[in-house]
T-cell receptor
Framework: AQSVTQLGSHVSVSEGALVLLRCNYS??????LFWYVQYPNQGLQLLLK??????LVKGINGFEAEFKKSETSFHLTKPSAHMSDAAEYFC???????????FGSGTRLLVRP | DARVTQTPRHKVTEMGQEVTMRCQPI?????VFWYRQTMMQGLELLAY????????DSGMPKDRFSAEMPDATLATLKIQPSEPRDSAVYFC????????????FGSGTRLTVV
């Protein structure tokens, strides 16, 4: 069965600082991995995805994530946080066996001025 | 931009009433998910469909919830009878069955059962 663990329900950074949001997954088949962002009172928006090929994937708004199979991780990073990055971020896993899309519990990013 | 449309956006109902939420997936998408989001439980997968066939609805309370896709342009989630604990935001998402395309979410239906 697939699962996703996001370490840290809240992460607080200063504006301009590095953003690092952690995600570890469990999957018995090759996974597809996603990061979504949710702003208040809105739906989820796809930030980036890993399918096959290059393990470092770039997404919107300057975010990127690296797939590390040996560590079963897919951490999300951004070199310099902006106030507008404050939102909740969800990591998710899927595959072409079950077609399920399973989410982690989410990490709320707070950006301090 | 193509979008997933959910109606209604907000619904307030009394306990015991029937509630129906609707989702129009993006044209051509063949996989549809229903999620429930609460502060306590986060995003829970309730049910999902591929080519209109239900693949898994094990996340739903079977005695009161039902999900259907009467045609490729409409997915419905019904609660009968509704209870206060059903208060949540319900999201629909659609995509292609090959998961590597990602999925597009609707704006959600905020349900309040009083």
């Amino acid at each position: 069965a697939q699962s996703v663990t996001q370490l840290g329900s809240h992460v607080s950074v200063s504006e301009g600082a590095l953003v690092l949001l952690r995600c570890n997954y469990s999957s018995s088949v090759p996974p597809y991995l996603f990061w979504y962002v949710q702003y208040p009172n809105q739906g989820l928006q796809l930030l980036l995805k890993y399918t096959t090929g290059a393990t470092l994937v770039k997404g919107i708004n300057g975010f990127e994530a690296e797939f590390k199979k040996s560590e079963t991780s897919f951490h999300l990073t951004k070199p310099s946080a902006h106030m507008s990055d404050a939102a909740e971020y969800f990591c998710a896993v899927s595959d072409d066996s079950s077609y399920k899309l399973i989410f982690g519990s989410g990490t709320r990013l707070l950006v301090r001025p | 931009d193509a979008r997933v449309t959910q109606t209604p956006r907000h619904k307030v109902t009394e306990m015991g009433q029937e509630v129906t939420m609707r989702c129009q997936p993006i044209l051509g998408h063949n996989t549809v998910f229903w999620y429930r989001q609460t502060m306590m439980q986060g995003l829970e997968l309730l049910a999902y469909f591929r080519n209109r066939a239900p693949l898994d609805d094990s996340g739903m309370p079977k005695d009161r919830f039902s999900a259907e896709m009467p045609d490729a342009t409409l997915a419905t989630l019904k609660i009968q009878p509704s209870e206060p604990r059903d208060s949540a935001v319900y999201f629909c998402a659609s995509g292609f069955s090959q998961s590597n395309y990602g999925y597009t979410f609707g704006s959600g239906t905020r349900l309040t059962v009083v």
